[in-house]
């Protein structure tokens, strides 16, 4: 593998979370699961990925995401957020706002439509996305930050690539049975060590796989505790008010998440635009992520509560939330400006791009979803 060479005070970051983790693990006994090693190489104070000073997104970061790809895809998202809050509240919370370029573009389409917008909620663990969005946004005084869910809430919810980057369990299959995939130090470096699944583990694993029994030994692959409890988290702060959320994410219904080929799961870090599988390179230099079971998602919101507004690819989504009829407000007899937005949207509507390997969910409390997305919808595949 070779990977970009990180400058010497990045590189210092990185050996300090190194000996925190070898710390944490000695204390621990020796072996610590993988979700809480993912957890402080993402989000350890000061030195995680998303916690410490390194640039994340655009073309210094690791990876782009949709909205820094065209603006079109947050005034798409202004549309459908508005249609959410004519029904609850005219407020909207973003989780991980990145760049600060959705909200930007979904405030900036907002105001152009007339629709009122009271507050714009980011919830944000970066120190230093966070410092980029105040200046990103410094020109919208409704823009405030939180580090947490509020109790209750009305309006919509927005949260792009938030799932992703919530830390997974590992778990193999060995002797027709489920092991948790546990960090220990082996000669100086972290390595994987197998153990039992404790109850709780147990449990989770049970509701997402189905057909466990029928995978082979040796089959690895990822659940989503952290991720479930978010959706709880949600219907929670739902239960205090209305609205809906909107959950754009690269993954899979459970039935192709868990299937006999995808023997060694889907995690997979970003760095420097650069893809590989290696969760121990340079911790908290990398993201680490894993592909969303989104029928995880929708039982776990289900059964805290909420309604299942809405499931469908990221092209159906946005397609039936009018990405179309933006494009063409450009001329394209203009061809210095209509051809960049025309590419962009191809990029985030096609098949072999980003249309069909990132997926929508929209679940909410006391709402209805929009026709449009009705009849886009295809929650019967989760």
Request: proline share 5%; with cysteine.
């Amino acid at each position: 593998m070779s990977l970009p060479l990180p400058s010497s005070d990045a590189l210092a970051a990185s050996q300090a979370l190194q000996r925190m983790i070898a710390a944490e693990i000695a204390d621990q006994g020796g072996a610590i699961p993988f979700a809480r090693f993912m957890e402080l190489a993402l989000y350890a104070p000061n030195l995680g990925y998303y916690s410490g000073g390194a640039a994340k997104l655009g073309r210094d970061g690791d990876f782009t995401t949709s909205p820094e790809i065209s603006p079109l895809f947050g005034a798409t998202l202004a549309r459908a957020a508005a249609a959410i809050m004519a029904q609850s509240g005219p407020n909207i919370i973003e989780f991980g706002a990145g760049t600060g370029k959705l909200a930007h573009d979904v405030l900036t389409t907002l105001g152009e439509l007339g629709v009122r917008i009271d507050s714009y909620t980011i919830i944000e663990l970066s120190g230093e996305l966070r410092a980029r969005q105040q200046e990103a946004l410094k020109d919208f005084p409704q823009v405030r930050w939180l580090t947490g869910f509020p109790d209750a809430f009305h309006g919509a919810v927005l949260a792009n690539e938030v799932l992703d980057a919530m830390p997974v369990e590992l778990v193999v299959r060995d002797g027709g049975r489920w092991q948790r995939q546990m960090v220990t130090v082996d000669a100086g470096r972290f390595a994987f060590v197998s153990a039992e699944s404790d109850a709780d583990l147990a449990d989770q694993i049970a509701r997402q796989i189905p057909d466990a029994d029928t995978l082979q030994d040796g089959y690895l692959t990822e659940v989503h505790p952290v991720a479930c409890g978010f959706m709880r988290s949600l219907a929670q702060m739902f239960k205090g008010g209305k609205g809906a959320a909107i959950l754009i994410d690269y993954g899979f219904p459970a039935h192709e998440y868990y299937f006999d080929e995808r023997t060694s799961g889907t995690l997979m870090c970003h760095y420097r635009h650069h893809a590989h599988p290696d969760p121990f390179y340079l911790p908290g230099l990398q993201d680490i992520t894993a592909h969303v079971d989104f029928t995880a998602m929708a039982l776990a919101a289900h059964g805290a509560g909420l309604d299942v507004l809405g499931y469908m690819s990221q092209a159906a989504f946005l397609l039936a939330s009018g990405i179309g009829e933006l494009l063409l407000k450009t001329d394209p007899e203009d061809a210095l400006r209509y051809l960049p937005q025309s590419k962009a949207v191809q990029k985030l509507v096609s098949p072999a791009e980003m249309g069909e390997l990132f997926k929508v969910l929209i679940v909410g409390s006391g709402v209805a979803a929009d026709p449009a997305i009705e009849r886009a919808d295809r929650s019967h595949k989760l």
